[in-house]
């Protein structure tokens, strides 16, 4: 353990010196069930709780590093549809009671959502919109966006169509349309893309997350599970950046 702080430490003091560090970090918070199995817990879903628990651990993190960006992977919308009732229920009940108050009482931080929210029960959705409006006029550091009931293919459609209600022609749309109108019409609006997208258990894919807005970033993929998933890593994870971006 002292080895590790240690590593730890002079890590963080050697990308603070002269590495490349992300503005902007995505991150995929997979394995809470398998975490939860692997240290013995009854409960499978208890992994969820933690989960949600250690996203403050990641926004003091990107506070401490000095990344302004954060945005996290809580819930897909395929995950919405496909998992028992009770484990859906159950995960928007600690975005309720944890991910939200958390994000909430960090007074450097904005919070903002993104996802499918009409998927979500009337609770969870409103504690989402809650927080984007007491947090938007804040003079806070820093951006917090919690993906939940996401699917990019999805988002991209939902762009598309809003494109097309925006009041101009379909000949006016095909003459002019560039990327930046697209990405004016994404749930992540006004947000910069990500400079670094980390998944955590092992999984080597994006799941449909960030499809646009990911299209330059570095990708980190890491073997161990979001709950466990520590200070350490996460400065191994910029380190990897950081060595990526400086070679270029």
């Given at each position: 353990m002292i080895i590790r702080t240690l590593h730890a430490r002079r890590l963080?003091?050697?990308?603070?010196?002269?590495?490349?560090?992300?503005?902007?970090?995505?991150?995929?918070?997979?394995?809470?069930?398998?975490?939860?199995?692997?240290?013995?817990l009854d409960d499978p879903s208890l992994g969820h709780r933690h989960g949600a628990e250690h996203l403050q651990d990641l926004m003091d993190w990107c506070e401490d590093i000095g990344i302004r960006h954060l945005t996290v992977f809580v819930a897909s919308?395929?995950?919405?549809?496909?998992?028992?009732?009770t484990e859906v229920l159950n995960l928007m009940d600690h975005v309720e009671r944890i991910v939200v108050p958390r994000a909430v009482g960090s007074a450097r931080w904005r919070t903002h959502a993104a996802g499918r929210l009409d998927l979500l029960p009337d609770t969870t959705r409103h504690a989402l919109e809650l927080a984007e409006e007491e947090t938007r006029d804040r003079d806070a550091g820093f951006d917090l966006t919690v993906a939940v009931g996401y699917d990019g293919r999805h988002e991209l459609v939902d762009a598309v169509k809003s494109l097309l209600d925006s009041g101009k022609s379909i000949d006016e749309l095909s003459a002019t349309l560039t990327p930046d109108d697209i990405a004016r019409h994404l749930y992540t609006a006004g947000q910069p893309d990500p400079d670094l997208v980390i998944?955590?258990?092992?999984?080597?894919?994006?799941?449909?997350?960030?499809l646009w807005q990911a299209a330059f970033a570095e990708l980190h993929f890491c073997d161990v599970?979001?709950?466990?998933?520590?200070?350490?890593?996460?400065?191994?994870a910029l380190r990897s950046y950081s060595d990526s971006r400086g070679r270029r």
């Open positions: 963080r003091r050697r990308l603070l010196a002269d590495g490349v560090l992300p503005g902007h970090v995505a991150v995929v918070m997979d394995g809470n069930r398998r975490w939860a199995r692997q240290v013995g919308a395929d995950n919405l549809h496909k998992r028992a009732g998944r955590t258990s092992g999984e080597v894919r994006i799941s449909g997350f960030l599970h979001w709950p466990g998933f520590r200070y350490l890593d996460f400065l191994r």
